[in-house]
């Protein structure tokens, strides 16, 4: 009996837990107040003097994220941020401190699940005690958090909660995977909170769930 051949099945993709963010050929300037667009020439003029011999070339300006962006020819470094930093602060005579310029970044989105919700004093675990808690983790300096932890129950009846952290990271999530996130494995931590000696808090299995674009400027 002839039996039709069955296709072989299509291989599985892997998940992509990363999604486009802003262009990094870009510095983001934050500014108070903003400049007129007519003003935008002289902001690109002033930055490419500012470069002098870098091989850096800012090509335009424009408004973006509540502020103004420089579109530059390709990534550019922490040196030639300040540079161009220096020279917008001459240029609008801006006091020092009233310019910020970074480099676009994405975040990343990491869980650490099955944390005691409740410490041994009987008060819930808050955001202030993952923070205390995650600066003692020994790769702690891998990752800079973009916004304070959240802390939620698991259920009405338990008594574990989950914590989700939002990281600076590039699109590549190359931070998450440094921090233990993604393919690489990470052998669990264990750290206990404050007030609760018997409680074994962040068993740090750190999952990436998603990376997305983070708009505005965030100082590196």
């Known amino acids: 009996m002839h039996q039709a051949s069955v296709p072989p099945a299509a291989p599985k993709q892997k998940i ?24 935008f020439p002289a902001l690109v003029g002033t930055a490419n003097q500012s470069l002098g011999k870098s091989d850096l070339r800012v090509d335009s300006c424009h408004f973006a994220y509540g502020g103004i962006s420089l579109l530059t020819s390709h990534v550019a470094s ?11 602060t001459r240029l609008l005579s801006l006091t020092e401190g009233g ?20 410490k041994a004093d009987g008060q819930q675990v ?29 259920s009405h ?10 990281i600076l990271d590039l699109q590549s999530g190359t931070t ?4 233990g996130a993604g393919d690489i494995p990470l052998m669990p ?8 000696p018997n409680v074994l808090v962040l068993i740090l299995w750190l999952v990436i ?9 965030t100082s590196q």
């Open 209 to 217: 769930v998603y990376t997305y674009p983070a708009a505005g400027v």
């Open 126 to 154: 808050t955001a202030d005690d993952v923070w205390a808690v995650t600066g003692k983790f020994h790769m702690a300096s891998l990752f800079t958090l973009a916004n304070s932890p959240w802390v939620m129950c698991n």
């Open 16 to 39: 992509k837990s990363t999604v486009s963010g802003p262009s990094r050929q870009q510095i983001l300037i934050k500014i108070n107040p903003l400049p007129s667009s007519l003003q």
């Open 99 to 118: 310019v910020e310029a970074a480099l676009p970044h994405s975040w990343s989105y990491l869980k650490v699940v099955d944390v005691p919700f409740f």
């Open 157 to 166: 009846c338990a008594n574990t909660a989950t914590v989700w952290f939002d």
């Open 78 to 88: 922490q040196g030639e941020i300040d540079l161009v930093k220096a020279g917008v």
């Open 189 to 196: 931590v264990t750290l206990r909170l404050p007030n609760a």
């Open 176 to 179: 998450a995977n440094a921090a």
